[in-house]
């Protein structure tokens, strides 16, 4: 099915969720060019940021086409405000050191491999269509995790160390994750969109497979941060959007 006129807005919601996922994460990974350990890390973590983008601009555009308010995907990236973002919180989570951002690429595109693989069945052609390209990505963006994964876990033992305190600094970001809110809800029952409740178990157990083979132990269940689809980010978001949208809003209209 196409968006009707009742679920349109709700299909516009959920696209803008997944979009600013995407955004965020990019953005995240971006600030890691020229710094990160090896020059072979710059490109890939360039690339992993490019391919995040493009998501994003593909969602964000199919986003702004169905509200109707006549905003472009810049305008969705550049001149919202904070409580107007609906990304997770695991994505905006500041770099930290490189096995941070290792575990954070892990938990995070694993998840979207088992999301893009179960979208790729919505019966909204243009996600389903941004799903079946999207998994062949992020298929690559879950290998990298996992291979830097095992070589920092199976590693020395300061890079053993560092992995695992990556691992259980941003565990408990990944619940909100699997949460599902009023729009996932509506949309699932529509077959739009996927109840992300349903990835969890095979989510769990692939990382769980890496962490083991990392000769690392999987983090335990405590504090679970959520607010991210609701518009409420930590401290360090407002910063992030200063950096992200500066010159769009110092230069607007600009043509380059």
């Known amino acids: 099915m196409t968006a009707t006129t009742e679920s349109t807005p709700l299909v516009a919601q959920y696209a803008l969720q997944l979009g600013d996922d995407a955004l965020i994460l990019s953005h995240r990974l971006s600030e890691w060019c020229a710094h990160s350990p090896e020059l072979e890390e710059d490109v890939a973590l360039a690339n992993l940021a490019l391919d995040l983008l493009g998501q994003a601009r593909t969602l964000l555009t199919y986003a702004g086409s169905l509200e109707g308010a006549g905003r472009s995907e810049d305008d969705l990236a550049f001149l919202r405000t904070e409580r107007e973002f609906r990304n997770v919180l695991l994505v905006e989570q500041p770099n930290g050191d490189f096995a941070a951002t290792i575990a954070r690429q892990l938990y995070f595109a694993t998840y979207q491999s088992e999301l893009y693989a179960a979208l790729c069945d919505s019966t909204d052609p243009e996600l389903s269509a941004l799903a079946a390209k999207a998994v062949k990505e992020v298929a690559y963006h879950r290998d990298h995790a996992v291979q830097w994964t095992l070589r920092l876990g199976d590693g020395t033992e300061e890079s053993h160390r560092r992995m695992q305190a990556g691992l259980e600094q941003l565990w408990p970001y990944t619940a909100e994750l699997f949460a599902a809110d009023a729009v996932a809800t509506e949309l699932v029952a529509a077959g739009v969109a996927v109840d992300p409740r349903t990835l969890r178990p095979a989510w769990e157990a692939s990382v769980a497979g890496v962490v083991e ?44």
């Open 213 to 256: 083979a990392a000769t690392l132990t999987m983090p335990a269940d405590g504090w679970q941060p959520r607010g991210g689809r609701a518009g409420r980010h930590g401290e360090g978001f407002g910063l992030l959007l200063g950096e992200m949208q500066a010159l769009h809003r110092q230069h607007p209209g600009a043509k380059w």
